[in-house]
Each structure stands twice: as C-alpha cells, then as structure tokens.
Nanobody, 124 residues
C-alpha cells in the first residue's frame, strides 16, 4: 500500500510560481513511477507530468511543457511539481499518483494509487 499526501497548493497571480509536493508512505516508493494530474471545474481529470522510478525519464502534457518540472527525491519519498509562468487556465485541483508502470500514468488509466488533491488557483 502507498498513501500519497499533496501539499503546496494555493492562490497565485498569473505569471507566478508554485511548487507542489507529494509525500508517499511505504518503503517501496522508489519502485513506483509517479505522476501529477489535474482536474478543473466541469472538466475531466487530465495528465500533467510523470517521472520514472529512477527519475531519469520525465513526460509532460503539451500544455505545461517548458513551464512545469517534475522531480523526485527517493530518499525523502517525495515527488515535486515546480510550476512556473502560471496561467489562469492552470487553475485546478492537482492530484499526485503512483503506479508500477509509467505507461499507465501517462494514459491516466488503471493507476494504482491517488492522493486527495490540492487546490491551485491562478488569478488573472
């Protein structure tokens, strides 16, 4: 079992930055690929970014490429999402996810574990 707890959300002006953190429980964190998803009001949850268990491979949605950076610290059982140049359309609840297969994270399907989410609001 893996439990995921997100933090770092909040209210920021357009053009600003936030860093989200996701702390994972369990001793097998380093064996999981990790990802971030988001869900805006009235929209379906969408893939944002994913990182392999080693941290070597990263993947991003086109909408955040060049602005967001995913990283992980396996010694701290934590994955991060650095968000720069934020836009009002980035407003959403952001969810952390873990899965043994990064392909499932990228597809957003059959993902093993989800966090509860953290709200990010970008004002114009």
């Amino acid at each position: 079992q893996v439990q995921l707890v997100e933090s770092g959300g909040g209210l920021v002006q357009a053009g600003g930055s936030l860093r989200l953190s996701c702390a994972a429980s369990g001793r097998t964190f380093s064996s999981y690929a990790m990802g971030w998803f988001r869900q805006a009001p009235g929209k379906e949850r969408e893939f944002v970014a994913a990182i392999s268990w080693s941290g070597v491979n990263t993947y991003y949605a086109d909408s955040v490429k060049g602005r967001f950076t995913i990283s992980r610290d396996n010694a701290k059982n934590t994955v991060y999402l650095q968000m720069n140049s934020l836009k009002p359309e980035d407003t959403a609840v952001y969810y952390c996810a873990a899965d043994g297969m990064i392909i499932r994270l990228r597809a957003g399907a059959l993902v093993d574990y989800w966090g509860q989410g953290t709200q990010v609001t970008v004002s114009s």
